[in-house]
């Protein structure tokens, strides 16, 4: 009886914040496409031109769509891996999310300043600290989880540390990004770029401790 | 006790899906209006005036507008075709969603240039251009579909022909829009409206295999 | 077992057109905000002063607010007159909401024109126009589902007569509010302001013919 | 029975509310970053600058972003303490949407001006006013609740104190902000960033009159 509460007011308070966040990912995702204005041509330039000039701006809106979109795939399942929520847990979920909705703004920078020779170092970096954010919230919402005993205990230890590896990982990347674009940005853009297409791949399948007949009814 | 399963993982995965796009095309969709800016008129100008030739905008907006509520409309029959959601299939949507989301600017060059004598060859392939994308995602999901078993086995062989056949020729219309409009802007436009008034017509019916009484029930 | 199918059909045809309308609605009421830009004060300007310049932005603002929450408010009883959604009835929805989200625009129009003196009575009447287009959008909803048998046979045709009386009248209101607004642009305004407060009060309650109480029961 | 239609009523009511409050909270928690405009850079100055000199946007945003995050965490339990929902009980609910939808463009004011020297009180205060809306919305659907009797029974007359004394303060706390930043307005941001910093800890615990067996069951 006292599982079936807890279990219920987990349910609340972790779908709650899936709402919310599915809400937050996909008018963050929407909203990438305003940051690219339409080109101001005069009548004896050329349109094409001008559209083909955008290019940067174009692969800044792929990247970053196809980089919420991962963190949408995955974050219902990355919510499923808590049996709790509690108010600091909600409060990190709030400040991931506002990593999220703050990308738009890096990925225009990035879009207008890319091919700006002096600029494009400081851009990539800017932007490598814009993936940098959401990454960072995400392994401290994972953290905190481990720390109050959050997460589900039926779960194989060696899956939470899988987790916690891959989480560290990621961050860590896109740190090093920051330091790297202000030497090499294209280097640390392909760094990026690389990590977001592992990503892509299936994710491993959550493992949990053996388990009984009367388990697998459960889930 | 498999097939029960696998129904339940099915609608976890294509309800998400389902929600995720429906929030996706609610937000481009009423977001195209904030590309239309407000006139700036000196004040010996008509503000009339200045709102009448908006009207490219306007045009724009109206079939922007209604061919993002006819994916819409289908996209929900549309998924309930497929009976499992994997991560290629989340992906592919990701990716239409990705083209839908886009729309908004294309439609805004449209918009901008269509009135413009040199450059309204290229704002209609562009558009067609951005016609096209969505239209080549949905075809991908289905064809992906097909390939990897996702579909509804119990779907008439002929409907699931007619439906390939459909979405092959809505992709290659607007493919071919592409290079019409280079040439013949106005052919190529209107071509595009027209199919959009086509697919304004009721969708053929979903048809089954000849179902026993045991299939009517669990539908 | 008949009308079970169609009451699940129509549960689901009317169920995602509100999900999607109160989408539309949400974000076309958010983003009116997104209209009113923030004033370029010269250093030795007055940001109080540029701020207080902005009243007509305000005013605007709230009218709009509040119309597009009156019609959220309303729209999910309005739906619950229909047992019914066909083909035709959801375009028609899609038509009524291309009608919100454009009013974003007018709301613009009438904020940035509504004290430049000769503009003024243009700004009013395109603002009018605005109002009608998603009041004429709800009528032809009313009216398709009266002549397609789509309503509640159970309404009292007491209630039926009611509806169609206001919905004409209000429609009516706003068109007239248009060429009233040429050459009286604030009684325009100030009609259009009235009928929104009248809308304020507490909806009719829906009536029924004399109910039986199986009736009551099966409700 | 009766008992029973009033709690159904009731959960539409509010339910419904919530569902929309929680659309307008997440695109309105969104649409924040769209205020801030990428920078215009010339190829001699350092977009390194350019980017830290947004420092105040940057803070503008974070600040809005969480007050609006904590308004969404608080307003699910809020909605909990009402059984019935009424058509003023909704208005209300939409003027204090009107205020938060709202809040984007103080803040963009405060991200604006906050760093010209003349204006700051100015943009301050503005911002306070921006931040008194929403509290004094909520405060009015609080005391309309409890006027008119909407306020669950069984929550303890000490807890419902508790809230109408937290809800008048922190609405005057925001107003007593305005003529503060006048005046100081450092002092006047550090305190309604204070404020805020309060909100972030746990709220009270709901407390109910001394609850029957039958009580714990039910709830």
């Known amino acids: 009886m006292r599982l079936r509460r807890e279990n219920h007011e987990h349910d609340e308070g972790t779908q709650r914040i899936e709402a919310f966040s599915d809400g937050v990912f996909a008018i963050a995702i929407t909203l990438l496409i305003i940051e690219i204005a339409v080109p101001a041509v005069e009548s004896d330039e050329s349109l094409g031109d ?5 290019w940067p701006e174009f692969f800044a809106y792929v990247l970053s769509f196809v980089i919420i979109g991962i963190y949408w795939a995955n974050h219902h399942s990355f919510m499923r891996l808590f049996v709790r929520a509690d108010h600091y847990f909600l409060l990190l979920n709030v400040f991931f999310l506002m990593c999220i909705a703050f990308l738009p703004f890096p990925t225009a920078v990035l879009g207008e300043y890319l091919t700006h020779g002096e600029q494009e170092s400081t851009a990539v970096a800017f932007y490598a600290f814009g993936l940098f954010l959401p990454a960072f919230g995400w392994l401290l919402i994972w953290l905190y989880g481990q720390w109050d ?3 589900d205990e039926n779960l194989d230890p060696a899956y939470d540390q899988f987790l916690t590896v891959q989480y560290l990982a990621s961050t860590a990347v896109f740190l090093v990004c920051i330091p790297i674009a202000l030497v090499q ?12 297409l592992l990503y ?10 053996t388990p009984t007949p009367d388990d697998t009814l459960e889930r």
């Open 185 to 196: 940005p294209y280097v640390s853009l392909a760094v990026a770029v690389g990590l977001t």
């Open 50 to 54: 001008a559209l083909f000039d955008l």
């Open 149 to 151: 005993n959050l997460i």
């Open 200 to 209: 892509l791949l299936p994710p491993r399948q959550r493992r949990y401790r």
